[in-house]
Every structure is written in C-alpha cells, then in structure tokens.
C-alpha cells in the first residue's frame, strides 16, 4: 500500500488500494489493478518474444544473390557499357593511324624530294619555316614578357572567377592571360 495522488482529480495522499477517492470518488482499486495487470501482460509478452529467435538468411540465398547481382551488373556492363568503349577504342585507334600515316606520309614526300631534287628541297623548307615564322608572329603576345604560350580567357571563366573572388577578380575586363608570367591583359 502507497500513498498516491488521485489521477481524476488529483487530490493528494490517496491510499493506492482505496476503492474510491474520498474527494472524487474515482475507482483508485480498479484503476492501479488495470495498470498493474497491463504492466504484468507487457512483461509476459517481452519474455515471449525474448524466447523467440530472428531467422537468419540461408547461406544459399546469400550465394544466390551473389550470383545474380554479378552477373545481372556484369551482363548489362558487358551488353551497354563494353560495346560503346570498343567502338570508342577502334575509332580512336583508326584515328591515330589515320593520322600517323598523314604525317609519315608528308615527311615520305619531303624525303623523296630531298633525294631527288634538293634544291626544291631547300626551297620548300626556307618557305615552310617562313610560313612557321609567320603563323608564330600573328599569334597574340603577352604584351609583359612577349610569350606566346597565352590563353583566352572565356565568359565562363569569368563568371566563375567572379563568383569566387568577386568584384576583385582580375578577370574583368580582360581578354587574355599569359600562361608564363600570369599576366592579363
Ligand atoms: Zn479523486
Ligand atoms: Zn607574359
């Protein structure tokens, strides 16, 4: 037996084992017994499943799973992904010889004219190397140190040289930056 509050009316220092509230006449018996006995069905209920185990997967499902996911990734990777890249590869590959045997191709020429004629020979390299000179001089310079290693700088650029640094990017305004002494200009 304790000394309670009632739980209707909340008066104070109520025997728990009191039929009745002497101020509300709410069922305090009836009331605890309920709360007694629900805590006493949790309890039985708790130890009933306590005595009851989880299933674990069986190892072959496990393996099958396995199975299938590696050869449903594997499958799809070789059917979607694989013949994509081969194709890739080969055009690469052709390209590259394609372009190889132009080259070689040019420097054969050069080579038989060489053997056969090198006056026209020297003509044709003084004039190629003209042309070299040329093309060279009509590339933009850095106008700091005369480089011609030198890279446009683009609208995206600037806008994510503006949103990182702000109104205090260098980039506003300007057209090109030297790649060796950083100027822009
Ligand atoms: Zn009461
Ligand atoms: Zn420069």
New binding site residues.
């Given amino acids: 037996m304790a000394l309670i509050k009632c739980p209707e009316c909340g008066k104070e220092n109520v025997s728990d084992s009191a039929e009745m509230c002497p101020e509300c006449g709410y069922g305090i018996k009836a009331h605890f017994d309920l709360v007694k006995q629900r805590q006493l069905n949790q309890e039985i209920r708790q130890r009933k499943l306590e005595s009851v185990r989880m299933p674990e997967r069986p190892k072959r499902m496990n393996f099958a799973y396995g199975l299938a996911i590696f050869f449903g990734v594997g499958g799809l990777f070789a059917y979607t992904v694989l013949p994509g890249m081969v194709i890739i590869w080969i055009l690469f590959v052709c390209w590259m010889c394609y372009e190889g045997s132009k080259q070689y191709n040019r420097e054969m020429e050069k080579y038989n004219l060489a053997l056969t004629n090198f006056e026209k020979y020297q003509q044709e390299t003084v004039r190629e190397q003209e042309y070299k000179a040329r093309i060279e001089s009509m590339k933009p310079k850095?106008?700091?140190?005369?480089?011609t290693d030198?890279q446009k700088i683009t609208t995206m650029d600037r806008a994510v040289s503006i949103s990182v640094v702000g109104a205090a990017s260098g980039k506003i305004g300007k057209q090109y930056k030297?790649?060796?002494?950083?100027?822009m200009w």
């Avoid at 850095?142 to 480089?147: H, L, Q, T």
């Avoid at 030297?178 to 100027?183: I, V």
């Fill in positions: 850095c106008p700091a140190c005369g480089s030198i030297c790649r060796r002494c950083k100027h």
